[in-house]
DNA sequence: TCGCACATGTAACGTGTTACATGATTCA
DNA sequence: TGAATCATGTAACACGTTACATGTGCGA
C-alpha cells in the first residue's frame, strides 16, 4: 500500500463531496464561479482526478439515470475516503507552508467545518497567526537587506507581500480571538 | 516562427540575467534564499529552462573556464531575449490575472525597472489598483451569497483573502502615489 | 578520509492545459 | 435548423518534482 498522497485537487474535490454527494459537472460549475482555491474547472483536470480518487477507494461513483438528460455519475465519499480527508485537514504545517502555500492552507480552513470542532480551527489558526507573524519578519529582513541602490519596483513587489501577510495575520489572530470569545 | 509564450520560470530567469549574467547555479541560490516568485530551485527545473531559454535564442551561455573549479556556464540575455523580457513587461493583464495571477503580476512589478520608465510602472500600478478594487467587490458578493446556515470556516477563508487583497489595494494606491509625487 | 560546497546535468513520473469528441435535450 | 446547455470523456503535450549521477577542491 502506502499509496501516494492525494493532490490538492483531489482534495478539494473530497471536500466538495463531503458537503454534498454531486458529479463532475457540479464541482466543475463550482470551480467556474466561486474562488475556491484557484483550481482549474477544465474537464481534462476534474475527470480524471475523480478517476483516481474512486479507483485510489476513497470515493464512489454511482450512475443516476433518473434524469432524462444524459446519466450524470454522481460521486460520494467513502469511509476510507473520509479518513484520509479528515487527516489532510489536521495535518501539522511547517514555516514553508506559510511561506509557499498560503493557498493551501485556505484550502484546509475553508473545509475544517467537516471535523466539526471548533477548537481544532482555532488552533489551526493559531499556529497559522504565529508562523505569519514570524515569515513578516522574515520578508522585512530581505527588505533591509536589498542593497542601497536597488530600484523601487522589486521593493515595491516585495512590499506588497508583506502588506498582504500583515493583512492576513491580522485576520487570523482576529479570528482567533472571534472563536475564543464565542466557542466558549 | 510564431514561438510559444516563455514560462514564469523563465521569465523569472530572464528578468535575473538582466540584472547579472550568471551561471545557472547563481540563479538557484537566489531562488533558495528569497522570496522571489515561489520558484524552485531544483535543478531539473532550472536547467532544462535554461536550455529552452538558449534554443528559442532569448539567452546565450559561455563557458566561463577562468575559475579552477568545474567550469561555470555563464548566460546573458539576448537582444532578442531583451526584446521578449520588455514585452512582457507591457503587456496589459486581465481581471482575470488578478484574481489567479496576482504574483505573476507581482514578478513583472519586481523587473519593472528593466523598462527605466517610472510612469510605466506607475500606469502598471494604476490599472492594478482598480482592478484589484473590482475583484474586492466581486470576492464581498460572494461573502454575503453564502446561504445562511454556512458554517464559519469557509467564511474565514474567504475572508483572509478579501483581506490580502484590500491590503494589496491600498498598497496599491499608495505606492501610485508615492510614484506620482516624487515622479513629476 | 569524510563530507560539504561548487556546478551541471539526466530520467522517470505525474499532473494540468488545451483541444477535441460525443450525444441528448431545449429553445429560438 | 442551429445554437446553447447538460454531461462525460480522451489524447497530445509540456512542465515541474523527485531522485540520481558525476566530478573538483577545500576544510575538519
Redesign the pocket.
Known amino acids: 500500500m502506502a499509496r501516494?498522497a492525494?493532490?490538492?485537487?483531489?482534495y478539494a474535490l473530497l471536500g466538495l463531496l463531503h458537503a454534498q454527494p454531486q458529479?463532475?459537472?457540479?464541482v466543475?460549475?463550482t470551480f467556474a464561479t466561486t474562488a475556491i482555491g484557484n483550481?482549474?474547472s477544465?474537464?481534462?483536470?476534474i475527470?480524471?482526478?475523480?478517476?483516481?480518487l474512486e479507483s485510489n477507494g476513497l470515493v464512489t461513483?454511482k450512475i443516476?439515470s433518473s434524469?432524462?438528460?444524459?446519466?450524470?455519475?454522481?460521486f460520494a465519499p467513502s469511509r476510507k475516503g473520509r479518513a484520509v480527508f479528515r487527516q489532510w485537514l489536521q495535518a501539522d504545517f511547517t514555516p514553508e507552508d506559510v511561506a509557499k502555500k498560503f493557498d493551501d492552507l485556505m484550502l484546509r480552513l475553508a473545509f475544517h467545518g467537516v471535523l466539526d470542532d471548533l477548537a481544532a480551527t482555532r488552533d489551526f489558526l493559531r499556529v497559522l497567526a504565529t508562523e505569519t507573524d514570524r515569515y513578516i519578519e522574515d520578508l522585512e529582513d530581505q527588505l533591509r537587506q536589498f542593497p542601497e541602490q536597488t530600484p523601487i519596483q522589486p521593493r515595491l513587489a516585495l512590499g506588497s507581500g508583506i502588506e498582504q501577510y500583515k493583512a492576513a495575520a491580522r485576520w487570523a489572530h482576529q479570528s482567533v480571538k472571534k472563536l475564543t470569545e464565542d466557542g466558549s
Chains 1, 2 share one sequence.
Open positions: 501516494k492525494p493532490t490538492n485537487l483531489e458529479s463532475g459537472y457540479d466543475r460549475k483550481y482549474s477544465s474537464p481534462g483536470a475527470y480524471p482526478a475523480l478517476r483516481r461513483g443516476d434524469t432524462e438528460l444524459r446519466p450524470r455519475k454522481v
